[in-house]
């Protein structure tokens, strides 16, 4: 006999929860359609976002948005900010020398934050479990939409912050840092009441006994968190890199504890700040939602990840440290984002110059500190075929260097796309490739004067041109030079190129490889070698989509299955590692 299944709440009908604080049955009317058409955009991957892109837009932001983000942001700047978390033990920042942030662009930021002692911070957010967990998934579904709504409201302020915590410039800080961050973590939710939802809620279960007699067992299933989840944030992207995992794990019941990056505190701590501020108003312990500044050199990402409490890590960063924690952190669940050499090989095309352009531009925007920058340009040492005739290695490299050229000619222009150098170890690493380290440099770096901000470190990407065929020159390629710097590549032959691929994957990790090819059996070829390796694949892209960008609600960023991490935003098993199901059996009787 079928089991009787109790059908998942409609969420757009509020009477379908369970009786709860006024706020909560509230969100879950205003933002079930929107958590429905999330569910269907991540099940069919075609293009879809309730937050506009367009910072100017009246109808999404109100009249004047930009200008109101940017007043609310310089309130902000000189001040404290204030979370109202327990435990408050000191005050990081304001200034470097007690753990304040400097901007790229120029200036203290000048914000203070509490310091909090973690023997106390960790316990309330445990005390604060219960209550969420009981909630059940459709009702946490709508508080983090509700957080992610008024984040939105803010996006111009979210991007500020990104600019001068980040470097970025103003399009890619409202694009990254506010509403391409806010549709990963409205993914990761979305994705999170797909599958905690699967399963039904109850269910009666009977079986024929085969002597006319039928046993009964009435069944519950019960979404079950694992426990406190940190999130040790980056400074490149600290909202995009983090909000799938924040909002992955408090959808599914699990207090988060959120470490910033000591350069990028402010984004975190605005989005906290928002996090328990709805979770309050809607009945909830605001202490679900943590932020973990730290003093100068305290490391409290490694004494947190190892902490009895926490028993989800999630990191962004450099790989060494994402090994660091996969190995000690053995009481927790660790999900990882760490570094990554992208190659793109070039064979053949269609269209010279449009491949160029949309090489220059992938290779220069935000200065080469994307995750997904390419690096490596693979080149055969005899040239391509194009549209325009036969080109020779040296005739790509030279070209590539006119397309950089005509591409950031303008100062004021150029800014738009490079946005300022993140640290003086992106700076460093640089002048080191400037004086060739890395090997002969093609076409050099130049400063870049932004107007508004004389400080700013900004420069154009140097081309260095190496030979694979080369021991160091190899040995140079499988190391990541992140920031502005493009490695062109000599290979023997395409096959040699295709391996030199799937080689750098496997040693090094890679988020995104890129192909250029007229050959359906050279596309093929890389297809293959990608699919083994375990990297995406873009092959021919032109005119305005880039090898860097992913597509939220279709693309996934990163595989799981090679060094650059073995978190995937956001497949199913990303969000499943945050919870478990638990069943209770209750006999109900036999006739």
């Not at 408050?88 to 790229?104: A, F, I, K, L, M």
């Not at 934050?113 to 009981?134: E, F, K, S």
């Not at 968190?225 to 909000?243: D, E, K, M, Q």
Request: charged share 20%.
């Amino acid at each position: 006999m079928a089991p009787i299944v109790r059908p998942v709440p409609d969420l757009r009908d509020a009477t379908a929860q369970p009786a709860g604080p006024s706020a909560v049955n509230q969100f879950v009317a205003r933002h079930g359609a929107t958590l429905d058409r999330a569910r269907e955009a991540v099940r069919t991957r075609e293009h879809w976002s309730p937050y506009s892109e367009d910072p100017q837009d009246p109808a999404a932001y109100g009249p004047g948005a930009v200008a109101a983000g940017e007043a609310a942001h310089r309130a902000l700047l000189g001040r404290p900010l204030e979370l109202g978390q327990p435990g408050r033990d000191g005050t990081v920042g304001p200034d470097p020398e007690s753990g304040g942030e400097r901007s790229p662009f120029g200036g203290l930021l000048g914000i203070s934050y509490a310091h909090c002692d973690p023997d106390v911070l960790l316990p309330a957010m445990t005390a604060a479990l219960p209550a969420w967990r009981d909630a059940g998934p459709e009702a946490r579904a709508a508080v983090c939409a509700e957080i992610l709504h008024r984040i939105n409201a803010q996006s111009s302020a979210f991007a500020y912050a990104a600019v001068h915590t980040s470097g970025h410039n103003f399009l890619m800080a409202f694009h990254a840092g506010a509403v391409h961050a806010q549709d990963r973590g409205l993914e990761a939710v979305a994705r999170a009441l797909e599958e905690q939802t699967r399963l039904p809620a109850r269910a009666t279960w009977r079986k024929p006994l085969g002597d006319g007699r039928t046993i009964t067992l009435d069944k519950t299933f019960t979404v079950v968190p694992r426990g406190v989840s940190l999130v040790i944030a980056n400074s490149v992207f600290p909202t995009w890199n983090s909000y799938p995992a924040l909002f992955a794990s408090l959808a599914t019941g699990n207090p988060v504890l959120v470490k910033p990056h000591p350069a990028a505190v402010l984004p975190l701590a605005l989005t906290v700040r928002t996090a328990r501020e709805v979770l309050a108003e809607a009945g909830f312990p605001p202490d679900l939602v943590c932020l973990a500044p730290e003093h100068p050199g305290e490391g409290s990402a490694r004494h947190l990840a190892l902490r009895p409490e926490v028993r989800l890590v999630d990191y962004a960063g450099g790989t060494g440290f994402g090994t660091w924690l996969e190995t000690h952190a053995r009481q927790a669940r660790v999900l990882t984002a760490g570094s990554a050499v992208n190659s793109l090989l070039v064979e053949s095309t269609a269209d010279y110059r449009d491949m160029l352009a949309n090489l220059a531009f992938s290779v220069s925007l935000y200065s080469g500190q994307l995750c997904t920058s390419p690096q490596n340009l693979l080149v055969p040492r005899a040239g391509i075929t194009t549209d325009e005739g036969h080109k020779t290695f040296e005739e790509v490299v030279r070209d590539l260097g006119g397309a950089l050229d005509t591409l950031l000619a303008d100062d004021a222009e150029s800014c738009a796309v490079l946005g300022a150098l993140l640290s003086p170890a992106v700076r460093g690493r640089l002048e080191r490739v400037m004086a060739g380290e890395a090997g002969p440099v093609a076409v050099p770096s130049r400063p870049v004067r932004d107007r508004d901000h004389p400080e700013a470190v900004v420069r154009t990407p140097a081309v260095v041109t190496l030979d694979a065929a080369r021991a160091a020159d190899l040995s140079t390629l499988l190391t990541e030079w992140f920031g502005p710097v493009v490695l062109v590549v000599a290979v023997d032959s395409v096959a040699d190129g295709v391996e030199l691929v799937a080689r750098t994957t496997r040693e090094c990790g890679a988020l995104s490889v890129g192909l250029y090819s007229t050959s359906p059996e050279v596309e093929a070829a890389m297809a293959g070698a990608c699919a083994e390796v375990g990297v995406m694949l873009s092959a021919n892209l032109m005119g305005d989509w880039y090898i860097s960008q992913s597509a939220v609600y279709s693309d996934l960023h990163g595989t799981g299955m090679n060094p650059s991490g073995n978190a995937v935003y956001c497949d199913t098993t990303f969000v499943t590692e945050r919870f478990r199901t638990v069943g209770v059996r209750r006999y109900g009787g036999s006739s």
